[in-house]
């Protein structure tokens, strides 16, 4: 008998990782029906498919829209990230916690459901290992974001333990794509900086030059979470969530690799208070969990990336 086909809602849709999701997702076979949903309207989404305004702080609502659309895949994407976080940690914290544990505690009571929520590098803090971080290391974060990450891992295993919710989670590096803008993280520069190639001033950094962070190209972050959606259950041994690595640089290495192809690029360093978020981070990450329990594996280190985004 043929596989019935999957009704997904996506909430936080029109966010960085969302519009490449979704892009990814509507070329996929087995998939009947994307809802896309965010706090605000947006019109390109809007015009495009199935769109709906969704505050997933509002939980009868949530109910009822997974409802009405049948669905039984989430991708709940909806969050305030490590650098915005800092400004309004209770917003973040609110945002970030409530809206989980209402996508959970809706999940317990659809059968055959599935969600995908996405932890981050933000859970380790300062006394992790700061090279090849290992899967089981020491949770104390830095951040408001990083807090809150931690503790919705926790319930992500409390809710698959206790009500068997099939919730599958990794922890994303800084994610670089040029079809979406980042917002509100620390990581974002490696987006913003190529978006200031064509400017005549130099680009202003806000780490140090040799702050090295985890970072992955958006195809394979896409990937990594249709992957990991789709793999059995029985390869899932980890519920909190899995440690995810593709490449590592520092805006030193970044802006040399930039510069092969634009000789005059000049970047700046004028570090702020998201300098002391990244050097709370690891520097790598050590992923072989995922690539030995469900198949992870990345495609695209700097060299690649940097070619893609300077020419799409
Ligand atoms: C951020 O910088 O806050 C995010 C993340 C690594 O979770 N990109």
Redesign the pocket.
């Known amino acids: 008998m043929a596989k019935k086909k999957d009704n997904i809602l996506l909430t936080g849709a029109a966010g960085q990782l969302g519009i490449e999701l979704t892009a990814r997702l509507r070329e996929q076979a087995d998939v009947d029906k994307i809802v896309l949903t965010d706090i605000r309207h947006n019109q390109a989404l809007a015009e495009n498919g199935i769109f709906e305004t969704l505050d997933v702080l509002d939980k009868d609502r949530l109910w009822d829209t997974l409802q009405r659309h049948k669905i039984n895949r989430i991708y709940h994407l909806a969050a305030i ?3 915005s976080g800092e400004s309004n940690i209770m917003a973040a914290w609110k945002l970030n916690m409530d809206g989980l544990l209402n996508v959970l505690d809706t999940a317990r009571e659809i059968n055959g459901f599935r969600v995908f929520w996405p932890s ?3 859970v380790f803090g300062s006394d992790a290992q700061r090279q090849n971080t290992p899967q089981d290391s020491p949770l104390n974060p830095s951040t408001a ?1 990083g807090i809150s990450k931690v503790a919705g891992e926790q319930w992500c295993a409390y809710y698959h333990r206790r009500f068997g919710v099939d919730v599958r989670s990794v922890r ?4 670089i794509g040029y079809r979406s803008k ?1 917002g ?5 520069y490696a987006v913003e900086i190529f978006h200031a190639i064509h400017s005549d001033e130099p680009y202003s950094c806000p780490l140090q030059g040799d702050t090295r962070l985890p970072m992955m190209y958006m195809d394979d972050a896409v990937r990594a979470a249709i992957e990991l959606m789709e793999a059995r259950p029985d390869d899932i041994r980890i519920r909190t969530s899995y440690n995810l690595a593709a490449m590592s640089f520092t805006p030193r290495e970044i802006t040399e690799e930039i510069r092969r192809y634009h000789p005059g690029f000049q970047t700046e360093y004028e570090p702020d208070h998201r300098e002391e978020i990244a050097s709370s981070w690891p520097e790598s990450i050590d992923d072989r969990a995922a690539r030995e329990q469900w198949g992870w594996d990345h495609e695209f280190d700097l060299k690649a990336m940097v070619r893609i985004m300077i020419h799409q």
Do not use: V
């Open positions: 990230l490590s650098a981050s590098i933000a974001y994303y590096p800084g994610l980042p509100g993280g620390t990581t974002d």
